[in-house]
């Protein structure tokens, strides 16, 4: 994987949440592959952000996939209200239970991607048993709840592991990374065998007019002239 040019999926939860629809237009004319939304409980983290409302109000004004990550427990009564809502993938933290494998195939039965997010403490392992259902593994770089934070080294050691369990399964499963990616900690992503990033802070940073450098500075990281995985 290491050499191929990463997916980019900018985080909203770094934008201006009062020009939501013009910040998503922004990056994905800036040439965002996918539109990263972050939906947070309060309970199982620390913040609070969005609903169904508001990942439909986002709808309409990108063609990009809407990359759902749910932090919220339990998340299986509302995976209905965030696909209908138009999420194309939508990823779930093992820990929100009580069936991660239930949840899954809910998610795929619903006709979207079904993600594992895999907190920082949480063992590469976890997704060895439901890898068949899954078509996209997260894993966090930092400990959910907030933007902005500081990229975890420790994680990279992770990231290769997984790369390893996938290629050996033969699955084409999408290895993302999401927390404190910037150019420099991308490229260590992507040398690790990430496919996706997920970037907040790093995209958003400057205003409108520097997101299409941003975005290519993090897209660097894999190679230029590469084509973007699919
Ligand atoms: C953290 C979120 C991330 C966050 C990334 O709980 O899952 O998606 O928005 O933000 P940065 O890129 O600023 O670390
Ligand atoms: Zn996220």
Redesign the pocket.
Known sequence: MSGRRPIISP?I??SDFARLGEEARAVEAAGADWL?V?V?DGRF?PNITIGPEVVKAIRPHVSIPLDV?L?IAPADPHLEAFRAAGADIISVHPEAGPHLSRTLQRIRALGAKAGVVLNPATAPEAIEWVLDEADLILV?S?N??????SFMTSQLKKIERLRALIDAAGRDIILEV????TAETARQCVEAGAAAL?????VFKGGAAAYADNISALRGAGGLGAKAAE
């Open positions: 985080s939860l770094a990263h972050d947070m983290v990550h932090m966090m930092v959910p709840g907030f933007g902005g934070q999401d927390g404190g990616v997920v970037a907040g802070t790093a």
